[in-house]
């Protein structure tokens, strides 16, 4: 629910908002810019814009597919923007009045509402209070998991849920400047793309109509996988070995339980370049994996008097209980956790994701140019 106490339920509700809205003109806005801010006017790059008269945009402003609040990845000066294509592809919300026709073949006029996440793998925090607060009460926002999700009401009166996915188009106009510019810049093309990944959700209604249906592109969360690789793990086999043994030994003997013993530990193995950044107490590490093995290699070589050997089975010893394991079944947990330990601190487990998506026929009269 936006500011006003009222939801925009209907593309009529949102035709009616934009009218109503006194367009926003002054040194820094124009005529032809038409800023018309959904709520308080200090929050004006939170607006209504018309693309035609059958299409608005609710806009959350500083973003991918705003041509007045740019996202900060805009050239300034050259009077480059986002084209009206752009716009309607990228904007967090779209209302559409669509005539088309029924199973008896009569003309109807259908309301489209498509809703967008954010562009990149990272979280999109504005993006998301705003579809909070901009959504039509039919429709809500949620986040679990890390995931974003739509929720509505359908044709049959019951809720339905589903993915929301980012997206990695930034539209063409920005991505063509991003490869002429020939710099730093280049590589935010590279992880972009030119054509529109079309990773929103489209839903649809007959105008009178309160309940929606999915149509378009309907998506699944993407399946995390991961998987060790087995032939490089074989070749490290003798140094894990003379490493697992010696932790055996030692295990219920260094003060792991320490805190401060641990943390000067974790910082042997930051001065040594074992991990990335400086860690603190029992936190994580974000290991290096080449020197890791270095030093796997070193301890099997003899090398267990070297600062970062004793380090690095400080750093493992401290996720665990061996000191309290008193069974078989123990002594095997603990072998589990030592090699995900070694998986892990060796970079030996590759992660991907897999997104799958099914469509059907449904496309907007707009997003076709007509």
């Known amino acids: 629910m936006d500011i006003h106490g009222e939801s925009l339920n209907t593309f009529e509700q949102v035709e009616a908002r934009y009218n109503s809205i006194k367009p926003m003109i002054s040194k820094n806005h124009t005529k032809e810019q038409d800023i018309r801010p959904l709520g308080e006017r200090r929050k004006k790059h939170e607006r209504i814009k018309k693309l035609s008269d059958s299409c608005y945009a609710l806009m959350d402003g500083y973003n991918y597919g705003d041509d007045v609040f740019k996202t900060w990845k805009f050239p300034d000066g050259l009077g480059i923007a986002h084209t009206l294509k752009e716009i309607y592809a990228l904007a967090p919300i779209t209302w559409e009045r669509v005539i088309g026709s029924n199973a008896e073949g009569e003309s109807v006029t259908n309301e489209v509402l498509k809703i967008r996440n954010g562009t990149g793998d990272q979280a999109h925090y504005a993006r998301y209070k705003f579809l909070e607060n901009y959504l039509p009460w039919q429709v809500s926002f949620s986040v679990a998991s890390g995931k974003q999700f739509i929720s509505f009401w359908n044709t049959k009166n019951t809720r339905s849920k589903a993915f929301l996915p980012k997206s990695d188009y930034a539209g063409e106009t920005l991505w ?174 590759d992660k991907w994701e897999e997104p799958t998506m099914q469509s059907n026929n449904f496309s907007s009269t707009y997003n076709k140019g007509k």
Not at 231 to 239: N, R, V
Not at 312 to 318: A, T
């Open 176 to 349: 063509d400047y991003w490869v002429e510019a020939k710099d730093w810049k280049n590589s935010l093309a590279s992880r972009h793309t030119r054509e529109d990944d079309e990773h929103y959700i489209m839903l649809v209604r007959q105008e009178g109509e309160q309940r929606f249906s999915h149509t378009g592109k309907q998506f699944t969360p993407p399946k995390r996988r991961s998987k060790v690789d087995v032939e490089a793990k074989a070749e490290l086999k003798p140094w894990i070995d003379n490493f697992w043994d010696w932790a055996c030994a030692l295990g219920t003997v260094l003060p792991t339980d320490d805190f401060d013993y641990v943390h000067r530990q974790k910082q042997i193995l930051y001065a040594h370049y074992v991990v990335y950044t400086k860690p603190y107490g029992y936190g994580a590490c974000d290991y290096n994996g080449q020197e890791v093995k270095r030093v796997l290699k070193s301890v099997s070589e003899g090398g267990s008097e070297s600062p970062e050997g004793l380090a690095l089975l400080v750093c493992f010893l401290s996720e665990t209980e061996i000191k309290q394991a008193t069974s078989p079944e123990d002594l095997k947990t603990f072998r589990t956790k030592f090699n995900q330990f070694i998986n892990r601190s060796c970079g030996l487990v």
